[in-house]
Nanobody, 119 residues
Framework: QVQLVESGGGLVQPGGSLRLSCVAS????????MDWYRQAPGKQRELVAT???????NYADSVKGRFTISRDNAKNTVYLQMNGLKPEDTADYYC?????????????WGQGTQVTVSS
């Protein structure tokens, strides 16, 4: 089992920055991927960014150039640096960890952290 704990959300003005963190603990395999999702009220969940243990990253078009995902594998932590925040970035942000063994895939979710972008 894996536990994920996000932190760093809050209220920020448009154009501001926030840095989200997600610490994973438990039975973590050396090869995995960690993602940030978000869900705004009344909207579908959106995959924001992915970072693999091998160093690959991917971003949603809506955040490219503004958000940066990074990892500290030694600390089992993933970060999401969010710059140039817009009101449409307001959402609950969730961290996930995906890993698999020889027979099964596993996906774990954190409890989420709220980000509000408003003046």
């Amino acid at each position: 089992q894996v536990q994920l704990v996000e932190s760093g959300g809050g209220l920020v003005q448009p154009g501001g920055s926030l840095r989200l963190s997600c610490v994973a603990s438990g039975s973590i395999f050396s090869v995995n991927a960690m993602d940030w999702y978000r869900q705004a009220p009344g909207k579908q969940r959106e995959l924001v960014a992915t970072a693999t243990s091998g160093g690959r990253t991917n971003y949603a078009d809506s955040v490219k150039g503004r958000f940066t995902i990074s990892r500290d594998n030694a600390k089992n932590t993933v970060y999401l640096q969010m710059n140039g925040l817009k009101p449409e970035d307001t959402a609950d942000y969730y961290c996930t960890l995906r890993q698999r063994d020889a027979t099964n895939g596993y996906e774990y979710w954190g409890q989420g952290t709220q980000v509000t972008v408003s003046s």
